[in-house]
């Protein structure tokens, strides 16, 4: 029976790992057929990711390896994380612990050439963004735990009127936000579960952020928060939708962290979001 490419993808993944040690033709010869499988599946309309993402959990440490580095392009959060984790793992064949150390140190230093030309010619890979999978502070907490913590002292500070809880909130949330910001996705899809967030303030905080790269559910966020008639994060929504769509509303995000305006996209641009 025919494989399918995902199939070919497995097979020879498994064989260029097994192989690599003892017989080099054999593994040269699965590596190509490999690469061939590659072209395949990104052929398909998401360029292989969905089918490369299912083998990220495969049983082989040289199958997760082959998906990983071949989602550094579409998936690099995920896929660098499979990597660090074989690389790391000491019972792991010691071909794909080296396939994955020396690959996520191409790729950071933006030497990293993958086979995804029109014709499987290799092409340099992007670099990681600074911070892109750093997971830890150097005060050992997340960033989107800093960013949470901080939203909500800041509401406790606007509550209580205390200045200095206030300051130290707005410079914690705007590090965090900055930090989020250099992800490959800006931090969108780290802030958009904070929009069902318990605490108001924490669903306020992030959809302020959020205006810049869902408008839609940012500004339905606030309007709701408006409507509640919950104290100061009501009033505080209300007059930062006024700013936004007046234009006067400003966020750390400039290319060295300087605060830009961000303003409302025209209402036809959403207006079937």
């Known amino acids: 029976m025919k494989l399918t490419p995902a199939e070919r993808f497995i097979k020879a993944s498994m064989e260029h790992g097994e192989e690599s040690d003892s017989n080099p033709k054999r593994a040269n010869k699965a590596y190509d057929e490999k690469i061939k499988a590659l072209c395949e599946l990104r052929k398909s309309d998401d360029l292989g990711k969905a089918a490369l993402l299912t083998l990220l959990d495969h049983s082989s440490p040289f199958v997760r390896c082959s998906a990983a580095v071949y989602l550094l392009e579409l998936e690099p959060v995920k896929a660098a994380k499979v990597l660090k ?12 612990r080296v396939d994955a150390h ?8 933006g030497r990293l050439k993958l086979p995804f ?8 890979i992007k670099p990681p963004p600074k911070g892109i999978w750093r997971t830890k502070r150097k005060c050992g907490t997340s960033l989107l735990e800093q960013f949470t913590k901080a939203s909500l002292r800041y509401g406790e500070g606007m509550e209580s009127h205390n200045s200095k809880k206030i300051e130290w909130a707005k410079d914690n949330m705007d590090e965090a936000s900055r930090e989020l ?4 996705d800006h931090g969108k899809a780290a802030l958009i579960p904070l929009l069902d967030h318990p605490s108001p303030h924490v669903r306020r905080s992030a959809a302020i952020y959020l205006l ?10 606030l309007e709701t928060i408006a409507n509640e008639r919950l104290g100061f994060v009501s009033l505080l929504s209300e007059t930062t939708l006024i700013d936004w769509r007046a234009g006067r509303l400003t966020m750390p995000f ?3 962290g300087e605060y830009i305006p961000i303003i409302e996209p025209p209402k036809e641009s ?3 979001q």
């Open 85 to 96: 984790a074989i690389d790391k793992d000491s019972k792991v064949d010691w071909v794909a």
């Open 102 to 109: 020396m690959v996520l140190r191409e790729w950071k230093v």
């Open 117 to 124: 030309g029109r014709n499987g010619e290799y092409l340099p």
């Open 181 to 184: 910001w250099k992800s490959y």
């Open 212 to 221: 810049a790269l869902e408008p839609v559910k940012a500004a339905k966020a």
């Open 254 to 256: 400039g290319t060295n």
């Open 270 to 272: 959403y207006s079937n």
